[in-house]
Every structure is written in structure tokens, then in C-alpha cells.
């Protein structure tokens, strides 16, 4: 902290006051002047000061007609009576996107995070990055109108994708969709929208997503595996993510081809002849043979699972995290998850907990949408709150 | 920080002025008061009542005589003469110390750093745990004779060991000694300081130690990985240590146990016989053998690379660290690192820059210095200063 305060910094401290301020009334409830100060620790005129200026940049509004409820009964006002505040959640909207290989879906929410819409549409994985953003465009345009929000009152759009992203926002590296790699996807979506566009790895808002709300909530160290042919992690560490120097942590899935013949889609085949990487269905089907008694299916099984656990083990032995969430397609499985359990508790040093992801398939929309309302809470914590003219 | 700070809370202003004053201070230089106002951006009497506080608890000493050097050349002072004032580093001392499988280091230095003193002892790597722990003791009160530092004076210690080291040091895993397993190593050292004493895994030590003087300086997102039979690893992650949440972060060992029947000992063997674990002799005879052309050493010496690769590889991919640091005694072999460097860049979606560490076998040690060195300055930065009576 003193790398970054100076003693007697009074400007920072009126942008503390204003953050403690509004984080007392971001909960949603409406409070008094007197309740603000009692919370805050603040002194009254303080409280004051700041409420007006949230007022006029339209953070909070005064509240005409407070529920009698929030009055002990019995009790009489004496003197002027109280004037409440509430923070105006529908001061911003935030997007959440998922650009997926087989499925875009777009996630649109007020300032605290409540859902007020969201569509998802099927797309084939052979499409070009061109079609796909288009796409994108379209669906973002169905849920604005849906959802009766104006373009001009997003404040934060963060998008989730498989592969490398540089911190502008560019694909590094993303095998898994045509023309997807050295893609700049922050700079063709910006062109889109007027507020700040985030880019981030998909398994990374995964991690994000189930700490927010799901398998995750109150673990502070987590890995979360998205478990498929390929498997790719996000992390977190102390609650936030960790990205790694180039936004490439996680990526576990070029371990196999250290000194290894094997790919995974050859793991799983039990014809000879590789699966076709994305054919998740084929996939299944060879792991149901397996679970009915096939046996080249379950040989082709425990070489999938083998490769499953390596990678997670090399995941969990560099980390070290609390819990392990595993989501993804083959999560889903049955016989999945148990086995990694088992064999992790056999080979970690100190087994994490492992658990399944809990949102389903709006993990990683969800996970996007954190990140935006983050990027806005950052905002808002800062000198110039959005919507005051500053961005 | 709005989740630590409230409004106006002045013993936390009082508590980072101190701070900030001890950090201009604490260069080493004198300065004025004048200077200090300058350098702090605090007010004259706020300073005066720091530097106040600072002399009576030891830390901060008036000079009688300032280096007329420090004056502009053909000015005059007028009025009162300045007061010039230093950091008394040497109000108190830290121990950092090794407790290795071959060998035990103690190292000594004042509160800025400097090392005073240091002493090296080779042990028995049959030594049980209560011998260890005596001539831990007989070495660290030789080298506080030799450098004529009282017990009393030393304000932390910090010990490096292998194995997976609890917070409270208590050694969950330690299977490179005797006895190890299970020691509550803290407690036991405990009992010869009346300082704080702290335990930590031997390759994280030695990342902070690069990061703090070595090969890592300036370096956020660091590996060091104790290249031996083996491997360790301690990460850096924004330029501070990851202990994962048991603090079994980096120990990527037990890796190749998962699916695989290689341990390193039977990989670098050309008998067909494992070599001994510990014997660093005959491993180096074997990479000799295979430098001058023996065809058995060279197929054991790329086994030996291929699991350090792939061991290594596992770590880059989970973190996307900016650098790696190879140490340990394999790192010091010819043929370890170039190898190392083409492979990780050949297979890691994006490769890290790989450099010796440059720390030597001091390196333990003098992460462990740091660690002590950390641990007193956050009780600095804290509202009572040790040697104030609250310890």
C-alpha cells in the first residue's frame, strides 16, 4: 500500500469515500442518509457531498416513497424526515459472450449483475471468422431488442473464446475455429460498441464464472478443467485470475506431444483411424460402448482418461489450488469424474477437492459478464465514475 | 482497497505516514528534514512527529555530523542548521538458513540487507532429524559469534528446506532426509530464538532469491526449477511467491509416477540398475560419459532430458511464466540447458525465456534472508514497530 500512497493524499481519499459510499448501497436496498453514515464510518456531511455527486452522475437516485417495512413498527419520526437513496442498477448494462466453435450465446445484465436476457444460437464450427462475427453482431442486436436495452447505455462487453489472447484482445493462437488465430477480436468487436470491449480465454471466464456462482463460491485457489479432447484450464489464484505472462496459462493441452506419439483423438479411437477432434458425439458413443462392455471402447477409454489425468495432474502438482471444477463436454460423461478423482488423490503430493461445474452451458457467458461488471466496478471506483462524461 | 479501508480512518493515516517516512529513509542515505518533507509529500510537523516516534523506538537515528558533501557546492544555510537523520539499520539482524540434504547455510545481515557474516557445513545425508536440527543450531551460533550479532538483536529468521512445508512449518512431505516427514520444523526452531521463525520449501526460497538478486530481477512471472533427479520447482507471480493453497505448489516431481514406470533414477541408469537418488557423482559421471561419446550414457542422458523437459514443460503450460531459472546441481551440467531451451520453445504454445541462476549455492540462503528481511518490514509498515515492545 505505501508503494502507492503518498501520506495525506485527500483527492484519494475522496475517491474512498465515494467507493465505500456506493458499495453500501450497491446491495440494492434503499438506506437512509443516517444508515449510509452508520455503515460507512463516514461523517455526515462526507456522506453528503458524495451522494450528490452520485446523483448527478446518475449512480444513485433519491427514493420518494421507502418501504414502511424498513421502519421498526411503532417507532415515529421526529423533525425533517429521512431521505433514502438507492443505487440505480439500470444506470448500465453489461454484455457476457461466448464465441464458441459450435454456439455463440450473448448475456445481457444490469450494473449488479441481474440477468434480464440472454439468447444463444447454434453455428456450424466450419464457419469463417468473418460469418462468425457477423453472427455474433446479429445475435448481440436480437438481445438489445429483446431485452428493450439501448446500445448506448452498455457500459462493459466482455467476450469469452478458446485459445491465446493477448491482453488487447488479439488471438494469439485458436486452432479450434477457421481463421481464429492472429484474429484482432477486440479491435473488429469494438467497431460494434462505444464502451470497452474485454477479450478473455474461455476456460479462464469458466474459472471466473464458478467462483462468481457456482461449484467455486468462496474458494480462493481453483482450477477449472475444460474437459475435452484437448483439455484447456483456467486458473485462480487468491480469488483472482491468473493469466500468465502471456495469456497462455492453462493451456495444458501441448503436454501430449512432449515425446508422444499419442493425440487425443487417436486415444479414443478404437478403429485405428482418428476421431474427428470435434465430432463430440462420435466421442460419446465410444465411451457409452465402453460403459456396455466393449472392450476395444474401454481400452480406447482408459487411454483418453490416462491422458485426462495427466494433464490435470501436471495441472494440480504446478498449482497446487484448493478444488479442481471440471466442466466441459466430457464432464459430463459418466465415468469421468470419479476415475480423475481416484487417481488424482493417488499421485498429488496433496489432492485437491474435485468437484463438477455447476452453471452448465452459460459458464462461460456467465464468466463474461463478471468480467464486465468487474471492468465497470473499477470504474466506478475510480475519480470519474462512468456515465460522468470521463469515458 | 475500498474492502480494507474505511472513510477517514486516521490511525491508518498515521500508520502509512510512518511508513513512507521509513521508506525515504531507509536507503541508507541521511537526509534532512527538509528532504524528507520533500520526499514524502507530507507536512513539516507531521514528519517531525514521525521521525519522533521513529528515534524512540530505535529505528531512526539523529547524525551528528552530515557528509558536507551533500550540500550544493557555494550555498550557505541560513537560520537554524538542518537536523540530518538516518535508518539505523543495524537496530536489529535476520538469519536466513538452509537446511539441505548435503549441506546446512547460515547467513546473517542487517536490516537493509547487507550480509554480515555467513557459514557453510557439509552434512551427512544419513543425519536423522535431531542431529540435523543440533548442528542447525551449533552453525547458527557460530556465525552469530563470528559477526558478533546477540540473539537478542535478531528481529527474523527464515529456513529453506525440501519437501512440502505447511504454513505454521510443520514439513507435510519431506522425503529427501531422514526424518523430515511430519517434523514441526517451525516449532522445533522456535524454541532457540525469541524472534519469529519461518519455513519454507527450499526452491521457493530460491525463486525470491533470483527475483531479489539474481537472474530474475524485474521479472514478475518467474519459475525456478532445482534441476536434480527429481525436480522442484517455486513460481513468482507478479513478483510474489505462489505456495499454492498447501503449499505444495511447483512439486511437478511426482509427474512421471502417473502411467509411467521411469523413475529418474532407473532413466539416467546405463546398468540397468537404478542409480542411488543422491549420488550427484554418479549422475554427473554418466552426462560426462555421454559428452565424450559413450552410446549407454548418451540414451540415458536423453531419457534424463526428456523427463526434465517434459517436467519443466508441465510448469510452463500451467503458468506461462515470462522466465524460467534453471538451478540445482543438474543445472550446472553442460548439455542441460541448451537442450532445455529448444525444447520448450519448440513445444510450449508460447515459450519462456530460460537462464541459468546465477545465485550459486548461496541461493537457499539468501532467499530465506528476503523472506526474513519481508517479515519485518510488514511490522515496520504495521502500527507498532518491533523493538516497541509489542512483540
Not at 492472429?182 to 467462483?211: K, M, Q, T, W
Not at 481400452?299 to 504446478?318: E, M, Q, S, Y
Given at each position: 500500500m505505501a508503494d502507492r500512497l503518498t501520506g495525506g493524499d485527500s483527492s484519494l481519499l475522496r475517491r474512498i469515500n465515494a467507493a465505500v459510499t456506493l458499495r453500501a448501497l450497491r446491495n440494492g436496498r434503499s438506506v437512509t442518509l443516517t444508515q449510509l453514515v452508520g455503515d460507512t464510518g463516514l461523517s455526515r456531511p462526507t456522506v453528503e457531498g458524495v451522494i450528490e455527486g452520485l446523483m448527478e452522475s446518475g449512480l444513485v437516485a433519491e427514493v420518494e416513497h421507502p418501504r414502511t417495512t424498513s421502519r421498526q413498527p411503532g417507532t415515529r419520526q421526529?423533525?425533517?424526515?429521512?431521505?433514502?437513496?438507492?443505487?440505480?442498477?439500470?444506470?448500465?448494462?453489461?454484455?457476457?459472450?461466448?464465441?464458441?466453435?459450435?454456439?455463440?450465446?450473448?448475456?445481457?445484465?444490469?450494473?449488479?449483475?441481474?440477468?434480464?436476457?440472454?439468447?444463444?444460437?447454434?453455428?456450424?464450427?466450419?464457419?469463417?471468422?468473418?460469418?462468425?462475427?457477423?453472427?455474433?453482431?446479429?445475435?448481440?442486436?436480437?438481445?438489445?431488442?429483446?431485452?428493450?436495452?439501448?446500445?448506448d447505455h452498455l457500459w462493459a462487453v466482455a467476450v469469452g473464446t478458446p485459445?491465446?489472447?493477448d491482453r488487447d484482445g488479439t488471438i494469439r493462437l485458436g486452432t479450434a475455429m477457421p481463421g481464429?488465430?492472429?484474429?484482432?477480436?477486440?479491435?473488429?468487436?469494438?467497431?460494434?460498441?462505444s464502451c470497452p470491449v474485454l477479450i478473455?480465454?474461455?476456460?479462464?471466464?469458466?474459472?471466473?464464472?464458478?467462483?462468481?456462482?457456482?461449484?467455486?463460491?468462496?474458494k480462493g485457489d481453483v482450477?477449472?478443467?475444460?474437459?475435452?479432447?484437448?483439455?484447456?484450464?483456467?486458473?485462480?489464484i487468491n480469488g483472482r485470475l491468473h493469466r500468465g505472462f502471456g495469456g497462455a496459462a492453462g493451456e495444458i493441452g501441448a503436454l501430449h506431444l512432449l515425446g508422444q506419439e499419442a493425440?487425443?483423438?487417436?486415444?479414443?479411437?478404437?478403429?485405428?483411424?482418428?476421431?474427428?477432434?470435434?465430432?463430440?458425439?462420435?466421442?460419446?458413443?465410444?465411451?457409452?460402448?465402453?460403459?456396455?462392455?466393449?472392450?476395444?471402447?474401454?481400452?480406447?477409454?482408459?487411454?483418453?482418461?490416462?491422458?485426462?489425468?495427466?494433464?490435470?495432474?501436471a495441472l494440480v502438482l504446478a498449482l497446487d489450488p484448493e478444488l479442481v471444477v471440471v466442466g466441459g463436454w466430457a464432464a459430463g460423461l459418466d465415468g469421468v469424474l470419479e476415475p480423475l478423482r481416484?487417481?488424482?488423490?493417488?499421485?498429488?503430493?496433496?489432492?485437491?477437492?474435485?468437484?463438477?461445474?455447476?452453471?452448465?452451458?452459460?459458464?462461460?457467458?456467465?464468466?463474461?459478464?463478471?468480467v464486465a461488471l468487474d471492468h465497470v466496478e473499477e470504474q466506478l471506483f475510480a475519480v470519474d465514475p462512468p456515465g460522468s462524461g470521463a469515458r
Amino acid at each position: 500500500m505505501a508503494d502507492r500512497l503518498t501520506g495525506g493524499d485527500s483527492s484519494l481519499l475522496r475517491r474512498i469515500n465515494a467507493a465505500v459510499t456506493l458499495r453500501a448501497l450497491r446491495n440494492g436496498r434503499s438506506v437512509t442518509l443516517t444508515q449510509l453514515v452508520g455503515d460507512t464510518g463516514l461523517s455526515r456531511p462526507t456522506v453528503e457531498g458524495v451522494i450528490e455527486g452520485l446523483m448527478e452522475s446518475g449512480l444513485v437516485a433519491e427514493v420518494e416513497h421507502p418501504r414502511t417495512t424498513s421502519r421498526q413498527p411503532g417507532t415515529r419520526q421526529r423533525g425533517r424526515p429521512a431521505r433514502w437513496f438507492r443505487f440505480r442498477a439500470e444506470a448500465g448494462h453489461v454484455l457476457g459472450i461466448e464465441i464458441g466453435v459450435h454456439g455463440l450465446r450473448v448475456v445481457v445484465a444490469d450494473l449488479t449483475g441481474k440477468v434480464l436476457g440472454s439468447h444463444a444460437k447454434d453455428v456450424a464450427e466450419t464457419l469463417d471468422a468473418e460469418e462468425r462475427l457477423c453472427t455474433v453482431r446479429s445475435t448481440v442486436a436480437e438481445v438489445l431488442k429483446k431485452t428493450g436495452v439501448s446500445r448506448d447505455h452498455l457500459w462493459a462487453v466482455a467476450v469469452g473464446t478458446p485459445g491465446i489472447v493477448d491482453r488487447d484482445g488479439t488471438i494469439r493462437l485458436g486452432t479450434a475455429m477457421p481463421g481464429w488465430t492472429g484474429l484482432d477480436l477486440g479491435a473488429r468487436l469494438r467497431r460494434s460498441f462505444s464502451c470497452p470491449v474485454l477479450i478473455e480465454n474461455d476456460a479462464n471466464l469458466a474459472a471466473i464464472a464458478e467462483h462468481w456462482q457456482g461449484a467455486a463460491v468462496g474458494k480462493g485457489d481453483v482450477v477449472f478443467v475444460m474437459a475435452g479432447l484437448s483439455p484447456g484450464a483456467g486458473s485462480l489464484i487468491n480469488g483472482r485470475l491468473h493469466r500468465g505472462f502471456g495469456g497462455a496459462a492453462g493451456e495444458i493441452g501441448a503436454l501430449h506431444l512432449l515425446g508422444q506419439e499419442a493425440t487425443p483423438e487417436r486415444l479414443l479411437s478404437t478403429t485405428g483411424k482418428p476421431l474427428d477432434p470435434l465430432d463430440e458425439a462420435a466421442v460419446a458413443r465410444v465411451l457409452r460402448l465402453a460403459r456396455e462392455g466393449d472392450e476395444v471402447a474401454q481400452v480406447a477409454t482408459d487411454r483418453f482418461l490416462r491422458r485426462l489425468v495427466h494433464d490435470v495432474a501436471a495441472l494440480v502438482l504446478a498449482l497446487d489450488p484448493e478444488l479442481v471444477v471440471v466442466g466441459g463436454w466430457a464432464a459430463g460423461l459418466d465415468g469421468v469424474l470419479e476415475p480423475l478423482r481416484e487417481q488424482l488423490a493417488l499421485y498429488c503430493l496433496r489432492a485437491p477437492e474435485v468437484a463438477p461445474a455447476s452453471l452448465g452451458e452459460e459458464v462461460v457467458a456467465m464468466g463474461a459478464l463478471r468480467v464486465a461488471l468487474d471492468h465497470v466496478e473499477e470504474q466506478l471506483f475510480a475519480v470519474d465514475p462512468p456515465g460522468s462524461g470521463a469515458r
